[in-house]
């Protein structure tokens, strides 16, 4: 069975960093479009950061320059790396996969995953 679990959330203070890990496991030994998702409490959950199978890597403008996304193909995960936090990137992030996903110039939408980790929340105070 396929399973994502996130870790490396918590509270830091506005200006800070941290990583998140997503560790993958049951999938086939394949790439995979692999995304990350933040949401608030009342809100939708909005796409961060995404990699499709190629590896091409792409940011939501927010935060572009502050969050980076990188891939241990070994490890089958996926990690975020965030600087410069923001008291408005505070969160739930999720980690998602699916076998292929859209290209373009922003991470995709939700609805093109099919497999979803339980989330990492992220508390940045001002």
């Known amino acids: 069975q396929e399973t994502l679990v996130e870790s490396g959330g918590g509270s830091v203070q506005a200006g800070g960093s941290l990583t998140l890990s997503c560790v993958a496991t049951?999938?086939?030994?394949?790439?995979?479009?692999m995304g990350w998702f933040r949401q608030v409490p009342g809100k939708e959950r909005e796409p961060v950061a995404g990699?499709?199978?190629?590896?091409?890597?792409t940011y939501a403008e927010s935060v572009k320059g502050r969050f980076t996304l990188t891939q241990d193909k070994v490890k089958k995960a996926v990690f975020l790396q965030m600087t410069s936090l923001k008291p408005e990137d505070s969160g739930i992030y999720y980690c998602?996969?699916?076998?292929?996903?859209?290209?373009?110039?922003?991470?995709?939408?939700?609805?093109?995953?099919?497999?979803w980790g339980q989330g990492t929340r992220v508390t940045v105070s001002s």
């Open positions: 998602a996969a699916h076998e292929y996903c859209s290209l373009g110039p922003t991470p995709p939408p939700d609805y093109e995953y099919k497999w």
């Open positions: 049951g999938f086939e030994d394949r790439d995979y479009c």
């Open positions: 990699i499709n199978v190629d590896g091409e890597i």
